[in-house]
């Protein structure tokens, strides 16, 4: 056969009279659809790329202008009748009509345009929902819309969605279950038998107005909701993969976090702080502080001599990097393009590769932060001491050539003024910190596309510009080859939060209401693509991420809105004719029930039996032993003691560690991101609530305070336990059964047993 070279294939003349077909019309597609998905650069099965004519030309699956001698009608036919053809190996088999295109074209001479690159076509374009704008919805005022519905454009849009499919709401919660439910909810924390009593006595709009208010101020509050995002940015405090050391400087970011929350920052400000702390505030601590993000999660630091591993180890950093910020502000799985444009979603491999430029001098480690004047003025300070001794110094070497009577004099006195300039300089500077926040450094480029992923593979030049899915939504920024990383990453920052990026508010806004109800109006809190879920109230979503930009992107309003409405305040009990139509109440017919996740088990624990320790923030404690070698080694405490009775979120959050409550109730390892927690039921639950040392320690705490409160009748100790266990008298039956089990085996067995029960485990 005869081999043709590139340039003179595609210019090759037709060979029939009849006009050809179109190549990006007709033929691309079929490409597209058929062969790419598995013959491209950086994924060329069989060493067969599709995506230009090289590979078909070269290897003779194209015979420009002769199809009868064209390889690769052999691999597109049948062999036999009723046999499948060798490819593809996989989806539909090209129809007769589709081959014939490709046999039309090849005897026209397989003409394909110079800047024509085949690639794989995602599943969802830019028209897509998620990156639509915003719109702006009107609450709509459905027919039979009840008049305590009508109040809170919340309600309005949860019923016309109820109504539409033929559902009715649930009535509202009783008083007990509603302020456990929006106790734990706020701040993670029981409410007090007191606070319980007084809203029981009076559960008026104007006092559940306050109770919320209480809660949103309480700094308990800053404690739950920071946990929540803590888990979103995969906040661990160790480095993770097989080394997996402590990092005992990264508690700083845990404490800006809750801190942010308590303050109720504009989330807006957040991502700025995020990404590009340092650059605008430098000299902050407490805004400095929030480039922690970038580096809180898992990285490798064994290091490689060989020159391609470790091209290959920076490179999966910075994925790390990119895949957080991509999933946390934008709900977009970006690192899906890191070796190929997404397979379902918009999103090329020059938009990935324009997120990891922007972080491309960001390094884990820790650094010191300090205000800057506190800085200068230390600086200033030794310059002025230096600049003196060295005066004396002049002086001393003067004095050694001058008169005796002066030397004898003089020297002495210079002697002791330069050691005592000597010993102030000689102190120890003030100590400022070192945080784990990330050291920057200068990443000038050039930055290419790598093909396949692969660092040695470097492919088309990558513009400091932002990523081109959201294009057709807002504006974007094109930076100049000369911008500093800085300003890179603060470029990205204002990007993200632009007013016109649909997507940040919107995920935003999901994940507050998925926190809230226990699922989102997108069940996938960081995927808002095409494998991702699809809204349920896609016009309640958007009129919440409006409101959250008016409200200068803070979340307590948020808070009240939905806290206040009323399908947050219905019972959670079962209906089965609704639970026939919508079986996990995602359209909000009752409140959907929920256990209390692995820390919440823990602080109520903790809290009901007097011992919470009310310590907030610093260096955490730890519910392990920590050894280290080469390696880190995390042994689980069998019997932790009061040193550690602090709130979960102040533990020291190591990853791959197990702690028993905790792991077995479901708190994520950190090893990667979890924007929502699983629920799972399992046999170790049972046997750690019931066996551990932790649960019996706690059980003898709680009827040492029921004791202490209630004095020394019986009677009053069990209705202590019940008010603080479940915030409720007990009922005659549960009385006179409470005793029977304090009588045959103590008051710790039915504290134990109380600590173990569902009532006490979960929330309606």
Partial sequence: MIRFSLPVWLLFPAFTTAAPPDFAKD?????????????????????????????????????????????????????????????????????????????EWIAAGAPWPKDVVVKER????????????????????????PSAWAANPIDRFV????????????????????????????TGLPPTPEAVEAFRKDPSETAFAKLVEDLLASPAYGER??????????????NGFERNVIIDSAWPFRDYVIKSFNDDKPFDRLVREHLAGDVIAPGDPAVEVGTAFLVTGPYDDVGNQDAAQAAMIRANTLDEIVRTTGEAFLGVTVGCARC???????????????????????YHGDRVIAPAEERRAFEANQARLKAAKDVLVAERTALRIASTSEREHRIPMVAVEIAELDRQLALAPPKFPRWWIGQFRPAAGPFQVFVGGDPQKKGEPVAFASPAFLSEAGKGFDLPATTTESARRKELAEWIVAGDNPLTPRVLANRVWGW???????????????????????????????????????????HRLIVTSQAYRQSSAFRADAAGIDGDSRLLWRFPPRRLSGEEIRDSMLSVSGKLDPKRGGPGFRLYRYVQDNVATYHPLDAPGPDTYRRSVYHQNARAARIDVLTDFDCPDPASAAPRRGSTTTPMQALALFNHKFTLDMADALAARAKTDAGPESDAQLRRIFALAYGRPPTAEELSTAEKVVRTHGLRALCRAVLNSNEFLYVD
């Fill in 225 to 238: 909701w920071g946990r929540h995002w803590l888990d979103v940015v995969r906040f661990g405090e160790s």
């Fill in 159 to 186: 019923f016309a969605k109820l109504k539409e499919k033929g559902l009715t709401p649930s009535l509202p919660a009783d008083p007990v279950a509603l302020i456990r439910r929006v106790t734990f909810d706020l």
């Fill in 122 to 145: 995602a599943k969802a374009d830019k028209s897509w929902w998620s990156l639509k704008p915003l719109a702006d919805p009107t609450p709509p005022n459905p027919p039979g819309l």
């Fill in 340 to 362: 190929h444009n997404h397979k379902f979603d918009p999103i090329t491999q020059q938009d990935y590769h324009r997120l990891a430029a922007a972080v491309a001098g960001v």
């Fill in 516 to 558: 809230h109800f226990g699922t989102g109006i997108v069940e996938t809190p960081s995927d808002f693509g095409y494998m991702g879920g699809k809204p349920t109230h896609p016009e309640l979503l958007d009129w919440l991420a409006h409101r959250i930009q008016a409200e200068n992107w803070k979340l307590k309003p948020i």
């Fill in 27 to 103: 033929v691309a597609p079929i490409l597209e659809r058929h062969c790419v998905r598995c013959h491209q650069a950086g994924n060329a099965k069989g060493k067969v790329s599709v995506s230009t004519p090289m590979d078909l030309v070269e290897k003779e699956f194209v015979v420009p202008g002769k199809p009868d001698d064209s390889g690769l009608f052999e691999l597109l036919t049948p062999q036999e009748p009723g046999k499948r053809p060798r490819m593809p190996k996989e989806g539909k088999a090209l129809t007769p009509a589709e081959i014939g295109v490709l046999r």
